[in-house]
Every structure is written in structure tokens, then in C-alpha cells.
């Protein structure tokens, strides 16, 4: 299925005058509201290849129907997003799940959509069907020195994927760790992980970037070889300059302060970006901003004040990444409030008055400084947000024109109602 630039047109032409007034109104209160405009529409967020099919737990998975049958549907899939919000420029590929068999076309089609490749993320996390060795106790952490062998081998296979793409970056994830008091020696997988990192490093091209990420727990729950922000530090600043932590929103213990650790990593240059996801428990995997909105605002604020004291690219100099399940949603309408989120949040971290709250801090004015990030956080910056969409040729109300055109339809008729996408 195809969205057609008179549809989008049709749907805003019925919108634009609710549209207007409230832009107006918003926008005559901010200061320098052209170059708010600009970043928003600079501001392309990735979707993971693996997000498009609906999610599951393991006790069970509940398809919706019209999910994308191979990586090509995938593209499709993230091209009608792109088309309807203009702020899905991306997608990431996770191998083996989505391996390109004939890359030109792929690359072809991903350009027919405006879509780039964004980091590639590779997999030693699940047994392949051909698999030699089992990753059932790790793998580049594994007592075992073929088994991580074969994990580094795997790795350089995904970098070599991604080179073909286009992509310049490869993201880890270990599921390495173990389940039980006494299972491991800490210090000897921390160096075996090393050591095997530098593998994959050394064959990393030369304008490439690795991102380690971390995540607390799940599936080993006793401890995670690479559990936190720390241990992630700890390899990226050993491996080198190529080499940066991955937060993934999820992957903390309860009540982290990930804006302090989003600051630090920043300070350090070590910040890689972000998997974006909300949660209420654990690895939950929500919708972004669908549980703790002031917690992204809080890490969005520390973003732009970090990025701007390192006179960063907000749009190119990190990466920005979708990384969450869709268990009772249509993924594509799930997406499409994530992105809302994201962009929600750093619209009003762009709103925040910088000096105000500085000089509030340089006077220990705790009022002070909590009413100017609450003044931001308080703005219904949506107005915003869909002018910049509007400017870029995408809908006013993405949730509303994809329901309108039935889209979901269209694809259930055109896949089928029983089809499953690769992925967890
Ligand atoms: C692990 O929980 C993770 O966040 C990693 O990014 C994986 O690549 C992804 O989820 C798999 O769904
Ligand atoms: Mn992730």
C-alpha cells in the first residue's frame, strides 16, 4: 500500500483551520519559534525491524493481523509511517532476523521511501537453527573460547551487512550474564567480554561507531555482564573512540535516574543514543511517554542542554532509536504515538528558558529552577509538532488519517490475516 500526497493533503486541508488557530496562539509566546521549527523537522527517529509485527510475552502472542512477511514488507511498513508523520526517516535492522538477500533492490526501495539504515544490531542471544555452538551460557562472555569465536564472528558478519546498507554503526546487546549465585566469576567475564569486543572493534570500518548497551536484567537474573551504564563505560572507554554506551529506556533498575546518567555519558562523549520505550515495571517495553512523560522531558532536558554545551547535532550526532513491543496495539499506530512522544518531549526541552534556570541554579533557587522546567513541561507543544509535520508534507494528525485511509485494512488484504513478522 502507497499513501498519496493528495491524501495527506485532503486530510490537512480539513484540518488546517482548528490547526492554525491553535499554532497561533501557541507560537506568538516563543521566542525564535522558526529555528524550534527546524530542529523538529531536522529530528528523524529509527524504527527497529522487529517492531512492525505485534509482540508478545512469553505466555503468549496475540497477532492483529497484516504484518509485514519479509524485510521488504518491513520497509514498506516504516515508508507508510515516514509518509503520514515524516519523522520515521530510519529503520534498524536486527540479523538474523532480517538478513537483505538482494541488497541493491533493498537499498533501492529503502531510498523510494526517503528511508536511511540505521545502526545494525546483531543477535547471540537466541540459537539459530544451524548453529554450531549453543549461547545457552553466553557468548562473548562464554568460558568456552569457540563459542565466543563464534559470537565475534557473527558480529563481523553484521558489520559486513550493514556496510552494504549503508549503516554505520552496530549495536550490541549481551544476554550474557548468570541466573545464580556462583555461576560465574565477574572479573573473568568482564575480561572475556573484553577480549572479545576488541575482536569485533578491530574490524569495525573506519568511519563506524559500536554502541554497548546495557540492561539490568532479563534473561540472566542474578547478574548481567553488561548490566549497567557503568560496565558499558567501562568497555567503551577500553575499547576506544569508536565505542559508546546505548540507553535503552527499559534496561534500568526501578527508579534510576537515567537524566543524570544521559548527562554524565554526555559530559564523558561517550553517549551512543537512545532505545526509547516507557515502562512501569521492568523491561516493559511501552509505548514512549505512555507512562512517565516527565521523566523523558527530564532526560530530553538534559539532552539538549548537553548536546548544545558540546555544540553537538541534536538530529546526527546521536542516535535515536524506537525499541518497543506492541502486544495489544496495531504496531504502526503504536509507533506513531511513540514518535509523538519523543518529539513532544524535545519540543518542550527546546522551550526551556536556559538562562532563567541557570541563574536559578547559580542562586540555589529550588522554586525557581522547578518552575521553569515545569513552565516547558506544562506547554501543550502539539501545535508544534504538527506544523513542523505539515512543513515537511506529512498529515496534521497522523493516528487519524492512518484510520481514515485504513490503512490496517488495506494491509491485512493485501498479507493476510495470519501472517507473523520475524522478531521476538
Ligand atoms: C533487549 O531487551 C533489547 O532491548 C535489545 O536492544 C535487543 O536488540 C532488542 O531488545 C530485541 O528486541
Ligand atoms: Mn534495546
Redo the contacts with the bound molecule.
Keep these: 500500500m502507497q499513501i498519496e500526497r493528495e491524501e495527506i493533503e485532503a486530510h490537512n486541508d480539513r484540518l488546517i483551520t482548528s490547526h492554525r488557530k491553535s499554532y497561533n496562539a501557541l507560537s506568538s509566546g516563543i521566542p525564535d519559534v522558526q529555528s524550534v521549527i527546524d530542529k523538529l523537522m531536522n529530528f528523524q527517529i529509527a524504527i527497529p525491524s522487529?517492531a512492525l509485527g505485534t509482540g508478545g510475552t512469553r505466555f503468549g502472542r496475540f497477532a492483529g493481523g497484516g504484518e509485514p512477511r519479509s524485510l521488504e514488507e518491513k520497509i514498506e511498513d516504516v515508508g507508510l509511517l515516514h509518509a503520514i508523520n515524516r519523522s520515521s526517516g530510519a529503520i534498524s535492522l536486527?540479523i538474523p532476523w532480517d538478513i537483505p538477500t538482494n541488497v541493491k533492490a533493498v537499498r533501492k526501495l529503502a531510498n523510494h521511501h526517503g528511508l536511511r539504515f540505521d545502526a545494525v544490531?546483531s543477535n547471540t542471544f537466541q540459537d539459530q537453527p544451524q548453529q554450531k555452538l549453543s549461547y545457552k551460557f553466553g557468548s562473548l562472555h562464554h568460558v568456552k573460547k569457540a563459542v565466543r569465536q563464534q559470537a565475534i564472528r557473527h558480529n563481523i558478519e553484521v558489520i559486513r551487512h550493514g556496510q552494504a546498507l549503508g549503516s554505520t554503526a552496530l549495536t550490541i546487546?549481551l544476554s550474557d550474564g548468570s541466573c545464580f549465585p556462583g555461576q560465574l566469576n565477574f572479573r573473568e567475564a568482564f575480561q572475556r567480554t573484553l577480549e572479545s569486543l576488541r575482536e569485533i572493534y578491530a574490524a569495525l570500518p573506519r568511519n563506524w561507531k559500536m554502541y554497548i548497551?546495557y540492561?539490568a536484567f532479563e534473561p540472566n537474573f542474578y547478574s548481567m555482564s553488561v548490566g549497567d551504564w557503568g560496565q558499558s563505560y567501562l568497555f567503551a572507554s577500553k575499547l576506544g573512540p569508536k565505542a559508546f554506551t546505548l540507553v535503552?529506556l527499559g534496561h534500568h533498575l526501578p527508579h534510576a535516574n537515567i537524566e543524570q546518567i544521559v548527562s554524565l555519558l554526555l559530559m564523558e562523549k561517550k553517549l551512543a543514543g537512545f532505545?526509547f520505550n516507557d515502562s512501569k515495571y521492568g523491561?516493559d517495553d511501552l509505548t514512549v511517554g505512555s507512562i512517565n512523560p516527565y521523566q523523558l522531558f527530564l532526560i530530553f532536558n538534559e539532552l539538549v542542554e548537553g548536546m548544545d554545551a558540546n555544540k553537538m547535532d541534536h538530529a546526527r550526532d546521536l542516535s535515536w532509536m524506537i525499541?518497543a513491543s506492541h502486544n495489544v496495539k496495531d504496531p504502526l499506530e503504536d509507533l506513531m504515538q511513540s514518535v509523538e512522544a519523543i518529539k513532544i518531549a524535545y519540543a518542550q526541552a527546546l522551550l526551556v528558558d536556559r538562562k532563567t534556570l541557570t541563574k536559578a541554579q547559580d542562586a540555589n533557587d529550588v522554586v525557581k529552577a522547578q518552575e521553569v522546567l515545569q513552565q516547558a513541561y506544562r506547554t501543550d507543544v502539539r501545535p508544534l509538532i504538527a506544523e513542523s509535520r505539515i512543513l515537511s508534507g506529512g498529515a496534521v494528525q497522523p493516528v487519524t488519517l492512518y484510520r481514515d485511509l485504513k490503512v490496517r485494512e488495506n494491509l491485512i488484504k493485501e498479507r493476510g490475516s495470519r501472517v507473523q513478522a520475524t522478531g521476538?
Excluded: A, M, R, S
Aim: charged fraction near 45%; aromatic fraction near 18%; proline fraction near 0%.
Design positions: 522487529w536486527h544490531n546487546w548497551e540492561k535503552d532505545h523491561d525499541d521476538l
